[in-house]
Nanobody
């Protein structure tokens, strides 16, 4: 069992930055690939970024590539999402998720545990 708690969301102007954190419980954090997803009102949950268990491989949605950076600190059981050059279309609830697999995935259904989400609002 893994419990995930996101933090760091808030209101920011377009062009600004935020760093989201996701703290995981348990002693097996390094066994999980981690992902960030987001869901805007009236839209489906979509993939944002994923990172391998060791952190040596990262994956991004085209819409955030070059602006967002996913990273993890296995000693702190934490995964991060650094978001730069934010746009109004980045406004959503952001969720972190854990997948008990060697392979990363962009599909929400393939993740085993989810956090409660943190709101990110980007004003124009």
């Amino acid at each position: 069992q893994v419990q995930l708690v996101e933090s760091g969301g808030g209101l920011v102007q377009a062009g600004g930055s935020l760093r989201l954190s996701c703290a995981a419980s348990g002693r097996t954090f390094s066994s999980y690939t981690m992902g960030w997803f987001r869901q805007a009102p009236g839209k489906e949950r979509e993939f944002v970024a994923a990172i391998s268990r060791s952190g040596d491989r990262t994956y991004y949605a085209d819409s955030v590539k070059g602006r967002f950076t996913i990273s993890r600190d296995n000693a702190k059981n934490t995964v991060y999402l650094q978001m730069n050059s934010l746009k109004p279309e980045d406004t959503a609830v952001y969720y972190c998720a854990a997948r008990n697999s060697y392979y990363s995935s962009g599909y929400p259904s393939q993740y085993d545990y989810w956090g409660q989400g943190t709101q990110v609002t980007v004003s124009s």
